[in-house]
């Protein structure tokens, strides 16, 4: 079996993240490491909160907090909400790491041995008011392309162009709102990614065949406009410092390397965390370094992020001249929106996960979210699509199929699997649809190819659902006992089935359906095709048990709760 190194986008530690930030890479990463896992896989799924850069000193400040910290309570407060929608990490690390740190530092020292670092003197934006010069994200202001009033200096939230400070009109200091701003030199280093060019474009061209369009597009485009010399320090308190032994001048003014530089490295810095806490059973370098033959990396991210893992992080890693892994897929999502406007950690718009939490339970966002994954276009969560999918889907669909069936079993039989008679052409006939189905669903997992996955499930659940009005148990046990019973139990397998191949989707609530029946020997990670076909592998005796209601219908009062509470339209 092969070998699966995944990650997804690095979330930020200023803040909880939205519905959107999870379903743009951290829910469809772990929706695929859960099922690789159980086709029997070697998966390695990592992590980690981005901490350095203006985000963790603007809102460490905001909370009266020194950044550390502010970026250590804030790491442990992101882990728990993760935690709690059963994101299935190897490792959740951190990328103010000692291990980060080290990697960064190696990464640039080798750049700069290979001549792809050059010290030079720029102008920067200076403040008086504050006494310091400002990096990108301290400086706010109007975008000179679309004309939004809120864009950083490093990039624009509304039209994804990235920017210099100085590109801004009518810039202001995030840190006091100044405008009195000078232009004042200062020295960076630059990594020379216009050396780079052709290297990546080759690079490129070998996987744009098969990376999903939104990924190959953005990368082409990027490319196509030039790849340019970007600054990789900043004046900041916090970040990985530049080293002494190269750079002494820099060192001493307290330079640190900008976060997009050493946030990509934090995957290899995050395995090493997770190897030195095992280093006899762990070996961060088996997944990472000449690991081109024997390591599938596959990576998820939001299409705002796909520059950076494409082209950049690419590019740093062809300069260092070493053999380190580069990413072999990239699943690029575009945007949930709130109403067909953005979610926005910043503007507090749309729901935010531990909300979410707060509200249910995190199967049922779960299963909504990658249901409604935004692959091809962006998709739009309203109050209304959510409601009707859970209710549809989790509680008619699924849940209620569980409970009638055990229930009127139990009822009828005992709480023992009936045995009954011989399966006869309607078992035949469900044996193959749930077959057909089953392997179109591994064909949509294999492709991550997430919403037609969820199609294929939830055609799963319905096929049972068909067989169980076919049959009517309820009225066949009237006139051939043995029929009901085989219908019965025939259901209960079903039961087992989805309890196996739903639970990258749904892992709570598939645990509840699979501890229901009293299987000492139940080791089965995966459903093979005539295990589908005969639907045998609970049998009669097995004891069961009716778990409670697995999804509860929502109400017409819950649906106006939520929108009351947190908007019902993109105002």
Not at 42 to 65: M, R
Not at 118 to 137: A, K, N
Not at 343 to 361: N, Y
Not at 504 to 531: G, H, K, N, Q, Y
Request: net charge negative.
């Amino acid at each position: 079996m092969a070998r699966h190194l995944i990650t997804s986008a690095l979330p930020y530690i200023n803040g909880i993240k939205h519905l959107g930030n999870m379903v743009g890479s951290m829910l469809p990463a772990d929706v695929y490491s859960r099922y690789l896992r159980q086709r029997g896989h070697d998966v390695l799924y990592i992590c980690a909160t981005d901490e350095h850069g203006t985000p963790a000193e603007l809102a460490a400040k905001e909370q009266g907090l020194p950044v550390d910290a502010f970026c250590a309570q804030a790491h442990n407060a992101q882990k728990a909400v993760y935690d709690g929608f059963a994101l299935s990490f190897d490792y959740f690390g951190r990328s103010s790491s000692r291990e980060n740190v080290e990697i960064t530092q190696h990464f640039a020292r080798k750049l700069n041995e290979n001549g792809f670092v050059e010290e030079r003197s720029i102008r920067q934006v200076y403040s008086p008011t504050d006494g310091r010069f400002l990096p990108d994200r301290y400086v706010e202001g109007t975008c000179p392309h679309c004309g939004y009033d809120k864009a950083r200096g490093d990039q624009c939230e509304n039209c994804t162009r990235v920017l210099d400070p100085t590109d801004l009109i009518n810039p202001r200091s995030a840190i006091s709102g100044a405008t009195d701003l000078e232009v004042r030199e200062t020295k960076h280093l630059f990594l020379l990614q216009s050396k780079l060019q052709h290297e990546v474009e080759e690079w490129v061209a070998r996987h744009e065949g098969h990376w999903p369009h939104l990924a190959s597009s953005i990368a082409r485009k990027w490319l196509t406009e030039g790849l340019h010399d970007r600054a990789i320090t900043r004046d900041l308190d916090w970040g990985v410092p530049v080293p002494a032994d190269t750079w002494p001048a820099l060192a001493a003014e307290g330079k640190v390397f900008y976060v997009w530089f050493d946030a990509p490295i934090e995957y290899i810095g995050a395995t090493k965390e997770w190897s030195d806490q095992d280093p006899e059973n762990r070996d961060w370098k088996s997944w990472w370094y000449d690991a081109d033959d024997e390591v599938r990396y596959t990576e998820f991210m939001a299409k705002d992020n796909v520059p950076f893992h494409t082209v950049m992080f690419p590019a740093t890693q062809l300069g260092v001249r070493e053999p380190w892994k580069k990413v072999d897929y990239v699943k690029a999502f575009n945007w949930l929106t709130y109403y067909g406007g953005k979610f926005s950690t910043s503007q507090k718009r749309g729901v935010f996960t531990d909300q979410a939490l707060e509200i249910l339970p995190a199967d049922y966002w779960r299963y909504f979210l990658i249901a409604n994954a935004p692959e091809s276009d962006d998709s739009s969560f309203t109050w209304e699509h959510f409601t009707a999918t859970v209710n549809k889907d989790l509680a008619d669909t699924l849940g209620n199929f569980v409970n009638r069936v055990l229930s009127f079993s139990k009822k009828r039989f005992g709480e023992e699997v009936p045995d009954g008679g011989t399966p006869g052409e309607p078992e035949a006939k469900l044996g193959e649809e749930i077959a057909r189905l089953l392997a179109e669903y591994e064909d949509h997992m294999e492709t991550l190819q997430f919403r037609k996955a969820a199609a294929s499930l939830r055609a799963l659940w319905s096929a049972g659902n068909s067989y169980l009005e076919e049959k009517a148990p309820w009225l066949e046990i009237k006139t051939n006992k043995d029929g009901a019973a085989l219908t019965l139990r025939t259901a209960m397998n079903l039961i087992h089935l989805y309890a196996v191949v739903s639970e990258p989707f749904i892992p709570a609530t598939t645990a509840a359906m699979r501890t229901a029946f009293t299987l000492p020997d139940d080791t089965a990670s995966w459903v093979t095709a005539d295990e589908a076909k005969s639907l045998t592998t609970v049998p009669s005796g097995t004891p069961f048990t009716v778990p409670p209601v697995l999804f509860a219908k929502l109400t017409d009062e819950d649906l106006e709760a939520y929108k009351e509470r947190f908007g019902g339209s993109e105002g």
